[in-house]
């Protein structure tokens, strides 16, 4: 972009007091006029014209703002016939090669600009990156071509021996997936706590059992349940038949049926208390837990009760 300039004492220069407000705006325009077109103060006649008033055109050529053809100022050069021209205008303003020079000076900055902004972006740079494009394709292509070869076999991962599943003997349409088992359910360890808690190592092939024969839940199983405080806000039968109707419904297989299942319950524990309603009232037999008087009845109870076991309280 370039500018037409004008300098800080023009708004009182004798030649613009005398021209008037009217020639000195048709002056402004033709200047950036030229400048645009980078014309260095030659000015088509048809656009003076259309631009200016016969009487402002007037007035700019008397104080020698502006010239037409046959003038007399030393200085500048003659406009063609029917043009004028910018009274001192390459005084003020850069020529066309000036202009063209600094914008191609300008757009090689900015190239350079962006060119190193793509090498800090990129410090290998763009060869490198191809070059390791390529390698990683080809190593691809290599290991793709591997695995068609008739003569390329791959063992079966995490098996010693191939099973059922990776021969054509045996196979029957879909592989199913591992079911529960009702008859090898794995007891737990007395004394040992949370999920992991299991004692006999679990048989092998865990429980690939279909459901239809119903899931038992081992005493072990049990016995875990009511020693970590689960079996006191789940019904472990219904929470049991739930479990099986949940997973039959949506046909889906597990490794270890009897982790399921306990993950299952203390789920449902959680859940359980979650919904349990704070409250500082003692639970008594055929007492509804509202009011004072349920409230007084349940400290009176657990008095009694630290009474008898001895306490001084």
Known sequence: MAWFALDDGFDTHPKVRKA????????????????????EGHLDGDIVRAYGTAPTIRKLITVGMLHEPGHGCPRCPQPADGDYLIHDYLDY???????????????KRQQRGRES??????????????RSN??????????????????????PAGQGDVSRRDTHEGATGVPSPPLPSHTSGADVVEGATGSRSRAETQP?????????GGFHVSDGLRRWAHRDGYATLVDLDHETAQFISHFRANGQRR???NDEWQKWIRRAHKWAAERRPASNVIALPGQPLTGTDAKVAGWLALSEQLRQNGDPA
Not at 117 to 130: E, F, H, L, Q, T
Not at 134 to 151: G, I, Q, V, Y
């Open 20 to 39: 008037g407000n009217a020639a000195v705006g048709l002056f402004v325009r033709l200047g950036v006029h030229a400048t645009k077109h980078l014309t």
């Open 93 to 107: 303003n850069k020529s066309r090669a000036q202009i063209e020079a600094a914008r191609e000076a300008a757009r």
């Open 117 to 130: 902004a793509r090498r800090n972006a990129n410090p290998r740079g763009i060869d490198d990156v191809s």
């Open 134 to 155: 390529r390698s990683r394709n080809d190593a691809d292509s290599d290991a793709n071509r591997l695995r068609n070869d008739p003569l390329f076999e791959e063992e």
């Open 204 to 212: 092998e092939g865990c429980a690939p059992i279909d459901f239809d």
């Open 255 to 257: 490794n270890n049926w």
